[in-house]
């Protein structure tokens, strides 16, 4: 994973996570047949190692927000800021690249021969040499939960569905982000994998990597990301702490979101919601 | 029964173990049957032999809306009466806007014009796309394709709706829609089978059938499942969120009377004085 001697360009050590400056983007697809406004003017930011979940209903945007901030598009106003160094040069693109995006259904891009060469093709396009290559492969992999030694020679078809899963995210944390980017990565898998990959987004955050995860699963946005960023047809809704308390209108209600269980389980007891555990295990906790 | 199976094998070419073996299902008008197994375990493969897709390696008996799945002419006739809806809605959807789309099963069974137009906009209207029927499909969002794909396999009256993990890409407000609509087609007399990853969509199913590598390892009332923890986490599965806390709780010493599957549940075993 990346230290705090990585930085971009000679500057003074960043910390592990990149820190996010969202001001006012806007995008829209030019294709259709009439224009399709993506993105209005959305603002937010991130700290560094902070977590970030990113809700909104089908079609308000989160997909291409995220495909923004990793650049694979281009704003048409507005700006990201990364590390608060705004875009263009040398040094903003070096940024750039230290922010993975893990796409939905990510194992649709699985294509190599062995799962090592496919975890590899990252490192190797961003021009790293081996033994360099070969350690993020063998970090990312065990960090995925796909020990090396069992999996490195392996077909990756020939893997279950969610050791595919596990082995798309590893391809792109062999590329030490230190802003990863997450499109709906529960969809599809069964309850166990789901554990499994909460666990290790935990424990990247854990090391102090930023964290933005889009998904519709609000109980596991609630136990992983600190804030909220709500988008309703490309504008924001709400942005930043999750603000749930007793007496203030509840902020999902009105882009149809229900309240995480946890969040409702505490309202229901007469507790304070702002105080709701994040996981089942805190809330036996608090209850036993 | 509409739909009857007993004895069914499956197994994909080139394969070296069946995909599903000695399969038994029985589901009738208004029923609503779960199937939940870990990825891998057969559960979109028995979706598609139900709807007629695949060809049974082998069965005492696979009957579907009264026809017979181990004959060509039987699964093409099941093709008709039982909906399938996939995972990936991109598989699913064909032309060049969403009306179209929710048309095209309708133009191939050669309904007239006007009871054509009338249905499509019927479905529309059901699963709030009206604003985007003449919407390309690769510009809709994924939850926006899968409530197309379903407008698009329920414009043929069906009798039996296989589902296979239809909110898996849906956001909640999706999500609401499509479990609104499977119980009213529920109230409708369809039958239904479920596949899911969802437990708490699994809570409201007047059965569930579990897989695991292929077979039947559970197959009856849903509570009763969950209640067998260890075999839950044996198949890979977990519970509905009041399930988990509940096994929570009993593992610090508070154990709550019968397990609760939903807050109200939860709230009312909490409410017992320990």
Known sequence: MPTAESSAHGRAPSPLGMAVDCRAVSFSYEEARSPICALRQVSFTLRPGGSLALLGASGSGKSTLLAVLRGLDETEAGVVLLDGMEPGGAAYEALRRQVGLVFQVPELQLFAMTARDDVAFGPRCLGWEEPAVGDAVEEAMTLAGLPPSEFAERHPYALSGGEQRRLALAGVLAMRPRLLLLDEPFVSLDPVTRRELVAILIRLRQRGVTLMLATHDIDLAWELCDELLLLEQGRVLAAGPWGFDAASARPLAGARLKEPFLVQLWRRLGRDPASAPRSAAEAAEALA | ?274
């Open chain 2, 1 to 274: 029964m509409l739909v009857s199976i007993s004895g069914l094998h499956y197994r994909y070419p080139g394969a070296r173990a069946d995909a599903l073996a000695d399969l038994e299902l029985g589901i009738g008008p208004g029923e609503l049957l779960a199937v939940v197994g870990a990825n891998g375990s057969g559960k979109s493969t028995l979706a598609r032999l139900i709807g007629g897709l695949e060809k049974p390696g082998a069965a005492r008996h696979a009957i579907a809306c009264g026809h017979d799945l181990l004959t060509l002419a039987g699964r093409q006739r099941a093709r008709r009466d039982v909906g399938v809806l996939f995972q990936n809605p991109d598989n699913q959807l064909v032309a060049d806007c969403v009306e179209d789309d929710i048309a095209f099963g309708l133009e191939n069974l050669c309904w007239p014009p006007d009871d054509m137009q009338a249905r499509v906009d019927e479905m529309l209207c059901r699963f709030e796309l009206s604003d985007l029927r003449q919407r390309e499909p690769h510009l809709l969002s994924g939850g926006q394709k899968q409530r197309a794909a379903l407008a698009g396999v329920l414009a043929i009256p069906r009798q039996v709706l296989v589902l296979d993990e239809p909110t898996a890409m849906l956001d909640p407000g999706g999500r609401a829609e499509v479990l609104a609509a499977v119980d009213d087609l529920r109230a409708d007399g369809l039958a239904i089978v479920y596949v899911t990853q969802e437990m708490d969509e699994v809570v409201g199913a007047d059965r569930v059938l579990a897989l695991e590598h292929g077979t039947a390892v559970f197959a009856g009332p849903v509570a009763e499942l969950f209640a067998d923890v260890d075999l839950v986490r044996r198949l890979g599965l977990g519970l509905p969120a009041a399930g988990e806390l509940a096994v929570a709780l009993a593992g610090r010493g508070r154990v709550l009377r019968g397990l609760p599957l939903t807050l109200d549940a939860l709230v009312e075993a909490l409410a017992v004085a320990t």
